[in-house]
């Protein structure tokens, strides 16, 4: 299994937007596509977001787009979730998985720990 570590997450203020980070361990990033989810306090995780590694194709949940990107980096077996346009609502853990192109989590064998964002107003 692939290892993943996020980064990025802190406290922003409403509005602002915010870059984070998934660095994938191995030589060569094994997994079809990398997903981003979040858990909001006391909430079910979500679906915000997947990228194909090899091809660059995006699929985002409806209610993040326009607000959300998606990208990743081949050379630095990086992904990323820019967020703009922080809303306190969006205050949640995020967490990168690798797996299938897919907006289902079960299609995703491989997690990281997660990094907190928190959007004050």
């Known amino acids: 299994q692939v290892q993943l570590v996020e980064s990025g997450g802190r406290r922003v203020q409403v509005g602002e937007s915010l870059r984070l980070s998934c660095a994938a361990s191995g030589h060569t990033f094994p997994e079809i596509a990398m997903g981003w989810f979040r858990q909001a306090p006391g909430k079910e995780r979500e679906f915000v977001a997947t990228i194909s590694w090899n091809s660059g194709n995006t699929y985002y949940a409806d209610k993040f787009l326009g607000r959300v990107t998606i990208s990743r980096d081949l050379a630095k077996n990086t992904g990323y979730l820019h967020l703009s346009n922080l809303k306190p609502e969006d205050t949640a853990v995020y967490y990168c998985?690798?797996?299938?192109?897919?907006?289902?989590?079960?299609?995703?064998?491989?997690w990281g720990r997660g990094t907190e964002v928190t959007v004050s107003s």
């Open positions: 998985a690798a797996g299938g192109a897919t907006h289902h989590e079960v299609s995703y064998d491989s």
